[in-house]
C-alpha cells in the first residue's frame, strides 16, 4: 500500500510540474507576443504621429494659406460692415422720412380744421400777431391748405317709389302662435301684423306732379287759343291802310244789331233846362 500511495504521489508531482511548465511556457510567449504588439504599436504610433503632424502642418494649419485666408475674410468683412452700414443708414433715412411726413399730415389735418383761425384783411390771426415781424409758421400752414369739409352722403340717383317692393319691409310667412289671449284691450295680432306690414299709403303732396301747376298753365292756355273768337293779333293805328275790321258782337251779315244802338234810353240833358232871365241884362 505504501508503495501504491509513492507511485501516485510521483505521477501527479510530474504531471502537475508538466501543466505548470505548460503554462509558464504559455504565458511567456503570450507575454513576448504582446511585447511585440507594443512595440509595434508604438511604431506605428510615432508613423501616424509624424504623417498627421505633417498633414496638419501642410494643408490644414498652413501659416501661409492661413495669413492670406484671415487678410481676404477682414476685407470681406470690412465689406460687409459698409454695407451694413449703408443699408442701416439708409433704414433711419426712411424711418426719419415717415415720421416728418407723418407729422407733415397731423400739422396739416390740424390746419385744416382749425382753417377758422387763419388771419383777414381786417382782424388779424392769432398766428399773425400784429407785435411780430413776421407771421408764424402755422400762419403760413393756413394759407397753404383747404377747410376741412365735412364728407358727404353719396344721394341715390333712382327715384323713390313707395309701392316699390325694395321699400316694404319683409313680412313673415306665419306668426308664432301665442299660448292665449294676453289680458287687456289689445288688438288682434293678425290686425296688429296687417297694420304694420300694410303698404305705402303717399300723401296728395307726394303723388302729385311738382310740375302740376305749370301743366295746367299750359292747358289754359292752350284752351284759350282755342276758343278765343278773334285771331288777328293787334294791329296799331300807325298802319292807315288797313280796314278796320269790327267785332262779331257789333256787326253781322243781315246788318247792325239793335244791341246798344235803339233799344237803349236816349237821353236829352237840355230837356228840363228853361232860360231864365236874369236882372240887369235885356233880351235879345
Not at 510521483?10 to 503554462?23: E, S
Not at 511567456?28 to 504623417?51: D, E, F, P, R
Not at 502642418?57 to 501659416?63: D, G, I, L, P, S
Request: glycine share 2%; net charge positive.
Amino acid at each position: 500500500m505504501i508503495y501504491l500511495n509513492d507511485c501516485a504521489t510521483h505521477i501527479q508531482k510530474n504531471f502537475r510540474a508538466f501543466l505548470g511548465r505548460r503554462y509558464y511556457r504559455i504565458l511567456v510567449k503570450n507575454s513576448v507576443l504582446i511585447m511585440k504588439l507594443n512595440h509595434y504599436n508604438a511604431m506605428a504610433t510615432k508613423i501616424q504621429k509624424v504623417w498627421r503632424g505633417f498633414y496638419v502642418r501642410k494643408y490644414v494649419f498652413n501659416y501661409h494659406s492661413r495669413k492670406r485666408y484671415l487678410d481676404a475674410l477682414q476685407i470681406k468683412n470690412e465689406i460687409v460692415r459698409s454695407e451694413l452700414e449703408e443699408y442701416a443708414e439708409q433704414q433711419e433715412q426712411i424711418r426719419i422720412r415717415k415720421e416728418e411726413e407723418e407729422i407733415k399730415k397731423k400739422k396739416e389735418y390740424l390746419a385744416r380744421k382749425n382753417h377758422h383761425l387763419i388771419s383777414t384783411e381786417v382782424i388779424p390771426g392769432i398766428y399773425n400777431s400784429p407785435f411780430l415781424p413776421y407771421p408764424t409758421e402755422a400762419e403760413y400752414l393756413l394759407q397753404n391748405v383747404k377747410p376741412l369739409l365735412h364728407a358727404k352722403k353719396k344721394k341715390d340717383k333712382t327715384p323713390y317709389d313707395p309701392t316699390c317692393r325694395s321699400y316694404q319691409l319683409p313680412r313673415p310667412q306665419q306668426l308664432p302662435p301665442l299660448s292665449s289671449k294676453p289680458q287687456g284691450p289689445f288688438r288682434e295680432p293678425g290686425d296688429v301684423q296687417k297694420q304694420r306690414y300694410k303698404p305705402f299709403q303717399p300723401t296728395l303732396r307726394v303723388a302729385t306732379s311738382f310740375t302740376s301747376l305749370e301743366q295746367a298753365r299750359q292747358m289754359m292756355k292752350a284752351e284759350e287759343w282755342v276758343t278765343r273768337i278773334n285771331d288777328d293779333i293787334f294791329v296799331p293805328f300807325s298802319k292807315k291802310d288797313f280796314n278796320y275790321e269790327p267785332l262779331l258782337h257789333t256787326t253781322s251779315k243781315y246788318g247792325h244789331l239793335y244791341y246798344g244802338n235803339r233799344f237803349f234810353r236816349e237821353e236829352f240833358l237840355d230837356r228840363h233846362i228853361t232860360p231864365k232871365k236874369q236882372k240887369g241884362t235885356k233880351n235879345k
